[in-house]
């Protein structure tokens, strides 16, 4: 079929961009059936403007990092009060990279060594937890709280030596950890914090955004979190220096910090004399790091500025999904099976997702829960690893545990979660709590 729009490059670009709505209008969205439509724990909400960017960064044919991850790494980090920001392609990236931008020579003494110990715990995902391994590190674990599921910050005290040097932990599920006795306890022993603010987009504590604590913090823009651009991570801190290392690795250890296609930023691009390299060695070729490539595309930036649009109400969406979903298991009696989620004190949680631990003693276990959840289209997940140390990928791995980890091992037997995204709507819950009290009807006998 011959093409009959308009004739102009700009015309037919703009032509393509409100092709994109029209599509996604055509296409249409399912209605949800209860009981038929699965409704799974975590998704995306993507929408005509996220399209548009996406095709308007596709038709640029930049293909790298560009004006879109530019845009992307100056708005971002606002939202934390925070200075900077790097993108990545993931949150692993973005744990790896903080991490490693802590060993790296150029901190001198303050640079962490291998065999430097981390304090961080074992309820969590694991790529929180292997940057300190993948540097030949050793993570020190101790035991959570039941109803936060975050680390239990009276145990770290004890688990401080003279080789400890950082503690590197997530904000599980949104809910922030006491980051009042963290930080304390990095000030008293002088450690680096790097604070996983993965699942915990807009999260606050005393009123300041989590990730504004710590030295380094990192985000995740997988589909399943709070805003996403398919794959994607990002690095924010507001120590310069910092980011500069954090950009190295990311950018396959460069010295130089120029952005894709650009070249003599310096202004002294053939001047430096650096390692054992001839006085004037080409900057963008001088490589003061082993370095990766973990640089996104444009085309994902531009799907995170439509996002990063949304965020603010997609966090109120997963606060007041969260609060109903409390409210209904109570007025329903759920809690006498379940230990419910309780934000942290002095916190403002931005839920990732509603955990639910059954009490001891009852007549049904979680898988026999999860079974009945599954079968009823409620899709339900585990605390992700569960107890990272009893994980095949830990054997073998140099690591201290400080006490107990009675709690993880119970997360590990006795958890599960459920969804609060925003793709979650009245219908959608009031369905979720009416299979909650069906089970607890079928399986508590
Ligand atoms: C706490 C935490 N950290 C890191 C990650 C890794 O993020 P990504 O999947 O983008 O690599 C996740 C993933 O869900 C996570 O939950």
Redesign the pocket.
Known sequence: MAWEGAGSAAEIREEILKLGQRYLDAKGVAPFVPGETYIPCAGKVIEGEELRLLLDASLDLWLTAGRYAEQFERELPKRFGLAESRLTV??????LLAFTALTSWKLRNKAIAPGSEVLTVAA??P??VAPIVQNNCVPVFVDVDLETFNVDASRLEAAVTDKTRAVMI?H?LGNPFDLGAVTELCKKHNLYLVE?C??AFGATYDGKPVGSFGDLA?L???P??HITMG???AIMSNRASLMKLVESYRDWGRDCWCAPGMADTCGKRFQHKLGDLPYGYDHKFTFSHLGYNMKATDMQAAVGIAQLDKVDFFIQRRRENFARLTEDFIREGLDEYFILPKATPRSEPSW?GYLLTLKDGLKFTRRDAVDYLDQHKVGTRQL?AGNLIRQPAFKGVNYRVVGDLTNTDKIMNDSFWIGVWPGIDDERRAYMVQTFKTMIAELNR
């Open positions: 993931s949150g692993s990236a973005a744990n969590g995902f790529t929180t997530a599980t996983d993965c699942d990192t995740s823009f997988y399943a979190h794959e994607g991570g990732f992700f």
